[in-house]
DNA sequence: GTAGAAATAGTTCTATTAGAACTATTCTCG
DNA sequence: CGAGAATAGTTCTAATAGAACTATTTCTAC
């Protein structure tokens, strides 16, 4: 039997729906376009892109239960859009999974490394570039990371994502290094088994 | 009209039927759930661990397309099991896929990056708390990385692998690295807005 | 000034992926 | 010998990514 006494689990949902909700928490009404603009802008280097169909749904079912409401507004003779606001019980509701739900190990999906991985049936060449590029790409991404870093230290009340994309600076900025010596222990790999077939 | 001096495109398959290929063209044969334990210890850092029911279908697929072949092995009088083994069409299959597939790009998700993004919901000792927990799992996760390189590093034809699972450990150090910051960039910002507050 | 391209807004469909659950046999150790 | 962990294999469901699709609107070139 269940006592008054323990404290309410937070409702089990699956991390999209708290990043959306999440991003309500920022904001007085979004629309479901707006959230997957500010979702790409703010969540996408640390956390990821939720995919717009990903962001219907999870609103469809926050407001199903009870966590955010929403109306339809005129923006001009044609068109209507929906706008969404994060409620009372919704806010209660993602304090307490911020705050008490277990937090999901990090995951990465690193196609380079798969690669890399596979070396042994690919031309050396065509491995070392691969490589070079993803270090390339980490160095954009680090100075996209610190544009957006900037942008939200200016907003009050964003302090946090704009911590978090410090965080994702040099998160990248580690990637680059990374990549780089990566790059040196390729050529040395390289070597000594192209020492071993010469030598055969 | 295509013309025969085209080279043949890679077949479109998704990553995760690549790995358990390329997982194959290591081993002479592998039944699917030596296929999950090979996974689960050699691509689990920097790519990630499909799961089972994935890797079975995945099988099916490929087997289908002449990738890989299998017979059923009897290993006692009661139970069977089915052995896969790689086709030399899957060997040239995997090494197009390895050399000319684009690559698509790293993806991290990060719920602990997540919660501090909406650090304005929680309680800043509880983020603390958050923070320091994943620094000492990255290091964990280095430890094992590093030991995983070693056992690869002293198997023949697995020196690639080896050299993936020391860009996995530097890549755990550095999150180490990373996290540690982040708790002092925390400590910041919570002074700042208590006195911000207290100002009030 | 108007045809066509690109951008904005919103939604739906499909395939991939993760993870849990489930069956069934065998090994282990107290 | 009995409980429970390990091995082997499969299936189901939900989450997720990404492409496709409809429909307006604004921009740009002729």
Do not use: C
């Not at 990043?19 to 928490?25: N, Y």
């Not at 042994?120 to 070079?132: G, K, N, Q, S, T």
């Not at 911590?163 to 600076?169: D, G, H, I, Y």
Request: proline letters at 6%; a neutral charge; hydrophobic letters at 45%.
């Amino acid at each position: 039997m269940s006592t008054a006494a323990e404290a309410p689990p937070p409702a089990e949902l699956p991390p999209t729906a708290w990043a959306v909700l999440g991003l309500l928490s920022f904001e007085r009404e979004l629309s479901g376009y707006d959230l997957k603009k500010w979702a790409d802008n703010s969540l996408r280097f640390f956390y990821w892109s939720p995919a717009a169909s990903q962001i219907y749904a999870e609103l469809k079912r926050l407001e199903r239960l009870g966590f955010v409401t929403s109306r339809i507004a005129a923006q001009d003779d044609l068109r209507n859009k929906r706008l969404f606001a994060i409620t009372p019980a919704g806010l209660v509701a993602i304090r307490g999974w911020v705050q008490h739900a277990p937090v999901e190990p990090p995951m990465l999906k690193h196609g380079v490394a798969l690669r890399a991985w596979l070396g042994h049936l690919a031309d050396p060449a065509r491995l070392r570039e691969m490589v070079a590029e993803h270090r390339d790409n980490s160095a954009a991404l680090a100075e996209e990371a610190s544009n957006a870093a900037a942008s939200a230290a200016i907003t009050k009340g964003w302090e946090y994502p704009a911590l978090v994309s410090r965080w994702s600076q040099r998160y990248f900025e580690a990637e680059q290094r990374l990549a780089a010596e990566m790059l040196n222990d390729l050529d040395e790999l390289a070597a000594t088994l192209g020492d071993a077939r010469r030598r055969r």
